[in-house]
């Protein structure tokens, strides 16, 4: 389809009359969309640009007082193309989220979990650091742990419901409410 077939159909193009739009888009579709397929291969994302490309023919006056001749589908296409282009390259500037998802997937959350203690057992003094260490890091049962320290099982059993609250709360970034940080108790 040539620009001009006679000046009352070029004046109803420029105008946007929706039949001849629609005569464009019946003789220009295929070209256009291959045109968007040369640079998307993903069809949702080249659908996208046609459509695009479509609505602002229809909708803008400028676009169609842009075209100087020739044949309509390969200026459309040209516009299709760039389109696409710049539908690719703000895609490209797009995290890959199924990158990010791998990502995800690798994590260890009880390695993060195990690096978080750790960080919290630091500002504990040194028997309530060995505690967690043999607790929640080496795996040790509360009655081995309190004959490693020469403790009884209870005061582990009180110092683990102390620091557990600690814990509860450095996790949730925010200090416990009127607790000790160095000796894991709690203040009467």
Same mark, same amino acid.
């Given at each position: %389809?040539?620009?001009? *077939?006679?000046?009352?159909? *070029?004046?109803?193009f420029l *105008?946007g009359?929706k039949?001849?739009?629609?005569e464009i888009y019946r003789?220009? $579709?295929? !070209?256009v969309? *291959?045109?968007?397929?040369?640079?998307?291969?993903?069809?949702?994302d080249?659908?996208?640009? @046609?459509h695009?490309v479509?609505?602002?023919l &229809?909708s803008s006056? !400028?676009?169609?007082e842009?075209h100087?001749?020739g044949?309509?589908?390969?200026?459309l296409?040209a516009?299709?193309?760039h389109q #696409? &282009?710049d539908?690719?390259?703000?895609?490209?500037? +797009?995290t890959? +989220?199924s990158?990010?998802?791998? =990502?995800?997937a690798?994590a260890?959350?009880?390695a993060? +979990?195990r690096r978080?203690l @750790?960080r919290?057992a630091?500002k504990l003094d040194p028997?309530?650091q060995?505690l =967690?260490?043999l607790?929640? =890091?080496?795996? @040790?049962?509360? %009655?081995?742990?309190?004959? =490693?320290?020469?403790?009884?099982?209870s005061?582990l059993?009180d110092?683990?419901h102390? $620091? /557990?609250?600690a814990?509860q709360?450095? &996790?949730?970034? /925010?200090?416990?409410?009127g607790g000790d #940080?160095?000796s894991g108790?709690?203040?009467?």
């Amino acid at each position: %389809m040539t620009w001009l *077939r006679d000046a009352e159909w *070029r004046d109803r193009f420029l *105008r946007g009359d929706k039949d001849v739009i629609e005569e464009i888009y019946r003789a220009t $579709f295929e !070209e256009v969309r *291959r045109a968007a397929g040369s640079v998307l291969h993903e069809p949702a994302d080249r659908d996208a640009v @046609v459509h695009e490309v479509y609505l602002e023919l &229809l909708s803008s006056r !400028e676009l169609r007082e842009s075209h100087r001749g020739g044949q309509m589908g390969a200026w459309l296409g040209a516009i299709a193309r760039h389109q #696409a &282009l710049d539908f690719a390259r703000r895609e490209s500037r +797009l995290t890959d +989220l199924s990158a990010v998802d791998e =990502i995800s997937a690798k994590a260890d959350p009880v390695a993060d +979990l195990r690096r978080e203690l @750790v960080r919290f057992a630091a500002k504990l003094d040194p028997e309530r650091q060995r505690l =967690i260490q043999l607790r929640y =890091i080496e795996g @040790v049962t509360q %009655m081995e742990a309190a004959a =490693i320290l020469g403790k009884p099982r209870s005061t582990l059993e009180d110092w683990e419901h102390q $620091f /557990k609250r600690a814990l509860q709360a450095h &996790l949730a970034g /925010k200090k416990p409410a009127g607790g000790d #940080a160095k000796s894991g108790r709690a203040a009467s």
